[in-house]
Nanobody
């Protein structure tokens, strides 16, 4: 089992920045590919970004590419999502997820463990 706890969400004006954190505990975190997903009101949950266990490989949704950066610190069992130039359409609950396999996937079913989510609200 891997337990995930997100933090860092909040209210920010358009154009601003936030950094989300996801603290992991339980099974070996450093071997998990990690991902961030989000769910806006009335919409399905969607992929945002993912990072391989080593941190060497990352992948982003087109909607956040160039604005968001995913990173991890395996010594701290934490994965981050640095969000810049935020837009109102980035408003959503952001979820951290852990994958048991080493490759990156954008599919939600590819992730076995999920956090409870943290709310990000971007005002215009």
């Amino acid at each position: 089992q891997v337990q995930l706890v997100e933090s860092g969400g909040g209210l920010v004006q358009a154009g601003g920045s936030l950094r989300l954190s996801c603290a992991a505990s339980g099974r070996t975190f450093s071997r998990n590919t990690m991902g961030w997903f989000r769910q806006a009101p009335g919409k399905e949950r969607e992929f945002v970004a993912a990072i391989s266990w080593s941190g060497d490989s990352t992948y982003y949704a087109d909607s956040v590419k160039g604005r968001f950066t995913i990173s991890r610190d395996n010594a701290k069992n934490t994965v981050y999502l640095q969000m810049t130039t935020l837009k109102p359409e980035d408003t959503a609950v952001y979820y951290c997820a852990a994958r048991q396999l080493p490759d990156i996937t954008t599919r939600q079913r590819g992730y076995s463990y999920w956090g409870q989510g943290t709310q990000v609200t971007v005002s215009s």
